[in-house]
């Protein structure tokens, strides 16, 4: 009888186990030996969502990555996201916001200076002046919920205060969408390992040779031309609840649910917005195309008519079937904003109720051009009807505190006073014009000429916004700054420091935007926003010539102290000897008249040493700084000066208050207070008088008269 040794039976097992493992192991290894190499030989993207920021003088803040659409790109190109940043290391007291969404929150069709984002960004910043605000825009073009999902689980990992989201339009179209030509997989959980992979270069590289194999085998590229919107379609209809409908609102409610949880779960604050559509301007997609009247067609029909008879609640409710079954699907279906409610009742989100804001703002509770571009897209209105929105739902939440309630102003105000001009609406009007020369805003056989062809520039401004328009590889910023010297050479400064200033709201992350504005700021007489400017400048670059205009402002306001420290750091990095003799002119000349007599003396002595006794001749001593009147309301309170010495006081007392709804100058502020102390009210007198106190604090008469009202 032949009986194996137990041992020789366990050796086998040992081996055979062994090999089992090695063979099972070696793909993987192999795998991670391909990462290693293909990591070493710099292949593939970084493909998180935050990087350093490469900028030189930078290297302190994360930027988003300008990459980052790569992931979700294959066949079509993308928009890099805004240049916002962020510090690496969170400092104590800082609230930090992300802003996640597509091209309405990019702020198509204009520039970044309009995107919703950057207006919530100053009006929080000034609600809340103890706090360091950072608001962070995360948005790219033609994404979904696909995308907001694997966004959340980086956002989260970089301490987050809290979460604005506003998705839905891109459900069928977007990327990874049901109806979209830049697909992956229907199924939710492949589209989930393809994100979750392409952090990968393994996967990367086998995904970049697909798609060459592909193009290969098929002997063309991509024919189809026109914008973005039409080229990435590939189910030009999706009737209302068919297969691709449902499925796309499941995968939505899906990815939202999964956004939400990340969050809430870690007590990060969601605000959840609803989406707007077009609905009385834009006719239905469907029939227009395809030019046969639909059951959208008829809603649409009716409507109209119904609003020409004013029915007005009929044909709003009309204008929102007819967008319902418009079967192209670029406008989101209202469950999208059911799906939004419901989420933010169950998790307990903030519900930022967007479409009553703009059915609020709209003619007879019905939205349309007055407040969209086109579809989807909000025009400059809706944009700041859109911050305001957003604003109203935080300040109300409580979570950052109580608001600074001297610097409240309503969203008008600071449409008035935003950094955009002419140039932005033609830019984003060249764009409109194009996009609704293509599908879907017409037939997809509409042989009209080529916009960018047959349009021809009416002005120097217009042929500025069109060269930008036409051609990308021109950049806007650098277009605006040279329309901004055009107009300074002519001695044109208020419409110089207006492209200044939309230049410094596209980015306001660049010192040298603060410099320009603040300079023209000076040459119209607006010192405190000037000198505000130049501190702000310092935040990311030292610069010899903001500390010395900042001592310039400071001695005009007559606090010759604050004067000193700037000089002084002006001194210290003087490029030039001339430059360092006449800061030094200006140091003694503010420790002179400071009182500070030793301090003066030593540096009259080093001005001697230099021979540059010339800045020793001292002029009077006098108080200037309530002759700079801001530029905004110059005419205004100079009109009200005539009318007081006239003895009018209500109506320079008129005039002033309607001209603190255009600009809340401090100016305006003191002659109110000190006429209305003239007629008898000192109540009144002393509310005026306070809101200028901080300006005024040096100028001796300023405080007798506040004394008086006291």
């Given at each position: 009888m032949n009986v194996s040794s137990p041992l020789k039976h366990t050796k086998n097992s040992f081996r055979e186990g062994l090999f089992r493992f090695i063979t099972l192991s070696l793909p993987v290894i192999i795998l991670l030996l391909l990462e290693g190499g293909l990591r070493l030989l710099h292949y593939g993207d970084n493909l998180n969502l935050f990087i350093e920021n490469p900028k030189e003088g930078y290297e302190e803040y994360l930027i988003v990555n300008p990459d980052i659409g790569k992931k979700y790109f294959q066949k079509f190109e993308y928009d890099t996201p805004p240049n916002d940043i962020f510090l690496k290391k969170k400092p104590q007291g800082t609230v930090r916001i992300f802003v996640v969404g597509s091209s309405t929150v990019y702020g198509f069709p204009f520039h970044y200076n309009l995107m919703f984002s950057r207006i919530l960004h100053k009006r929080l910043r000034e609600s809340y002046p103890y706090q360091h605000i950072e608001v962070v825009n995360t948005a790219i073009t033609a994404v979904n919920s696909h995308t907001l999902r694997d966004f959340s689980g980086e956002i989260l990992k970089y301490d987050p205060d809290a979460v604005l989201v506003y998705a839905g339009h891109n459900e069928f179209y977007g990327a990874f969408g049901t109806g979209s030509n830049e697909s992956?997989?229907?199924?939710?959980?492949?589209?989930?390992?393809?994100?979750r992979f392409m952090d990968l270069r393994f996967y990367q590289l086998f995904r970049n040779m697909a798609g060459s194999i592909g193009k290969m085998g098929s002997g063309?590229?991509?024919?189809?031309?026109?914008?973005?919107?039409?080229?990435?379609?590939?189910?030009?209809?999706?009737?209302?609840?068919?297969?691709?409908?449902?499925?796309?609102?499941?995968?939505?409610?899906?990815?939202?649910?999964?956004l939400v949880q990340t969050f809430t779960e870690k007590e990060i604050p969601l605000f959840l917005s609803e989406v707007v559509s077009n609905v009385k301007d834009i006719k239905p997609f469907s029939a227009v195309t395809a030019g046969v009247k639909d059951g959208a067609w008829d809603a649409y029909a009716g409507a109209v008519k119904a609003y020409n008879q004013a029915a007005y609640e009929e044909a709003r409710d009309l204008f929102y079937k007819a967008k319902e079954l418009d079967a192209v699907r670029f406008r989101a279906s209202e469950e999208v904003n059911s799906i939004i409610r419901e989420l933010s009742m169950e998790y307990g989100s903030y519900d930022v109720s967007m479409l009553n804001h703009f059915q609020a703002a709209s003619p007879h509770g019905i939205i349309g051009n007055n407040l969209m571009t086109e579809h989807v897209h909000p025009n400059i209105e809706g944009?700041?009807?859109?911050?305001?929105?957003?604003?109203?739902?935080?300040?109300?939440?409580?979570?950052?505190?109580?608001?600074?309630?001297?610097?409240?102003?309503?969203?008008?105000?600071?449409?008035?006073?935003?950094?955009?001009?002419?140039?932005?609406?033609?830019?984003?009007?060249?764009?409109?014009?194009?996009?609704?020369?293509?599908?879907?805003?017409?037939?997809?056989?509409?042989?009209?000429?080529?916009?960018?062809?047959?349009?021809?520039?009416?002005?120097?401004?217009?042929?500025?916004?069109?060269?930008?328009?036409?051609?990308?590889?021109?950049?806007?910023?650098?277009?605006?700054?040279?329309?901004?010297?055009?107009?300074?050479?002519?001695?044109?400064?208020?419409?110089?420091?207006?492209?200044?200033?939309?230049?410094?709201?596209?980015?306001?992350?660049?010192?040298?935007?603060?410099?320009?504005?603040?300079?023209?700021?000076?040459?119209?007489?607006h010192l405190p926003l000037a000198l505000e400017y130049f501190k702000r400048s310092l935040a990311y670059e030292p610069s010899y010539y903001a500390h010395f205009r900042m001592g310039e402002i400071y001695f005009i306001k007559g606090d010759y102290l604050s004067a000193r420290r700037s000089f002084e750091e002006a001194f210290a990095i003087a490029p030039q000897k001339s430059d360092k003799l006449k800061t030094l002119g200006k140091l003694y000349i503010s420790c002179l008249y400071g009182g500070q007599d030793s301090d003066a003396k030593?540096?009259?002595?080093?001005?001697?040493?230099?021979?540059?006794?010339?800045?020793?001749?001292?002029?009077?001593?006098?108080?200037?700084?309530?002759?700079?009147?801001?530029?905004?309301?110059?005419?205004?309170?100079?009109?009200?000066?005539?009318?007081?010495?006239?003895?009018?006081?209500?109506?320079?007392?008129?005039l002033l208050e309607s001209s603190l709804n255009l600009y809340d100058s401090h100016v305006a502020q003191r002659l109110l207070g000190e006429i209305w102390l003239e007629v008898g009210n000192n109540h009144k007198a002393l509310y005026h008088l306070n809101r200028a106190a901080g300006e005024f604090a040096f100028d001796p008469g300023f405080s007798a008269v506040k004394n008086q009202a006291n």
């Amino acid at each position: 009888m032949n009986v194996s040794s137990p041992l020789k039976h366990t050796k086998n097992s040992f081996r055979e186990g062994l090999f089992r493992f090695i063979t099972l192991s070696l793909p993987v290894i192999i795998l991670l030996l391909l990462e290693g190499g293909l990591r070493l030989l710099h292949y593939g993207d970084n493909l998180n969502l935050f990087i350093e920021n490469p900028k030189e003088g930078y290297e302190e803040y994360l930027i988003v990555n300008p990459d980052i659409g790569k992931k979700y790109f294959q066949k079509f190109e993308y928009d890099t996201p805004p240049n916002d940043i962020f510090l690496k290391k969170k400092p104590q007291g800082t609230v930090r916001i992300f802003v996640v969404g597509s091209s309405t929150v990019y702020g198509f069709p204009f520039h970044y200076n309009l995107m919703f984002s950057r207006i919530l960004h100053k009006r929080l910043r000034e609600s809340y002046p103890y706090q360091h605000i950072e608001v962070v825009n995360t948005a790219i073009t033609a994404v979904n919920s696909h995308t907001l999902r694997d966004f959340s689980g980086e956002i989260l990992k970089y301490d987050p205060d809290a979460v604005l989201v506003y998705a839905g339009h891109n459900e069928f179209y977007g990327a990874f969408g049901t109806g979209s030509n830049e697909s992956m997989s229907k199924s939710r959980i492949l589209t989930r390992l393809h994100l979750r992979f392409m952090d990968l270069r393994f996967y990367q590289l086998f995904r970049n040779m697909a798609g060459s194999i592909g193009k290969m085998g098929s002997g063309k590229q991509d024919k189809v031309h026109g914008t973005l919107m039409k080229r990435i379609v590939a189910n030009k209809s999706i009737p209302l609840e068919s297969a691709d409908f449902r499925l796309a609102m499941t995968r939505y409610r899906q990815n939202m649910e999964a956004l939400v949880q990340t969050f809430t779960e870690k007590e990060i604050p969601l605000f959840l917005s609803e989406v707007v559509s077009n609905v009385k301007d834009i006719k239905p997609f469907s029939a227009v195309t395809a030019g046969v009247k639909d059951g959208a067609w008829d809603a649409y029909a009716g409507a109209v008519k119904a609003y020409n008879q004013a029915a007005y609640e009929e044909a709003r409710d009309l204008f929102y079937k007819a967008k319902e079954l418009d079967a192209v699907r670029f406008r989101a279906s209202e469950e999208v904003n059911s799906i939004i409610r419901e989420l933010s009742m169950e998790y307990g989100s903030y519900d930022v109720s967007m479409l009553n804001h703009f059915q609020a703002a709209s003619p007879h509770g019905i939205i349309g051009n007055n407040l969209m571009t086109e579809h989807v897209h909000p025009n400059i209105e809706g944009n700041f009807l859109m911050a305001d929105a957003f604003y109203s739902e935080i300040v109300q939440s409580g979570i950052f505190g109580e608001v600074d309630t001297s610097r409240l102003y309503p969203s008008e105000y600071y449409k008035i006073n935003w950094g955009y001009t002419a140039l932005d609406s033609l830019q984003a009007h060249h764009r409109i014009a194009n996009l609704k020369s293509h599908w879907p805003f017409v037939r997809a056989d509409n042989n009209s000429a080529d916009y960018r062809l047959s349009y021809r520039p009416k002005s120097k401004v217009d042929s500025i916004a069109f060269t930008a328009f036409k051609d990308p590889g021109q950049s806007i910023d650098e277009l605006r700054l040279e329309l901004a010297r055009w107009y300074e050479a002519r001695g044109d400064h208020y419409a110089a420091y207006r492209e200044y200033e939309a230049l410094l709201c596209t980015n306001p992350y660049l010192a040298v935007n603060y410099r320009d504005a603040a300079s023209s700021l000076i040459r119209l007489g607006h010192l405190p926003l000037a000198l505000e400017y130049f501190k702000r400048s310092l935040a990311y670059e030292p610069s010899y010539y903001a500390h010395f205009r900042m001592g310039e402002i400071y001695f005009i306001k007559g606090d010759y102290l604050s004067a000193r420290r700037s000089f002084e750091e002006a001194f210290a990095i003087a490029p030039q000897k001339s430059d360092k003799l006449k800061t030094l002119g200006k140091l003694y000349i503010s420790c002179l008249y400071g009182g500070q007599d030793s301090d003066a003396k030593a540096i009259a002595g080093q001005l001697k040493q230099y021979d540059a006794a010339q800045y020793l001749n001292i002029p009077p001593k006098q108080y200037t700084y309530n002759k700079y009147i801001p530029y905004k309301t110059k005419n205004q309170v100079l009109t009200a000066i005539q009318l007081r010495s006239e003895g009018r006081f209500t109506e320079a007392i008129s005039l002033l208050e309607s001209s603190l709804n255009l600009y809340d100058s401090h100016v305006a502020q003191r002659l109110l207070g000190e006429i209305w102390l003239e007629v008898g009210n000192n109540h009144k007198a002393l509310y005026h008088l306070n809101r200028a106190a901080g300006e005024f604090a040096f100028d001796p008469g300023f405080s007798a008269v506040k004394n008086q009202a006291n």
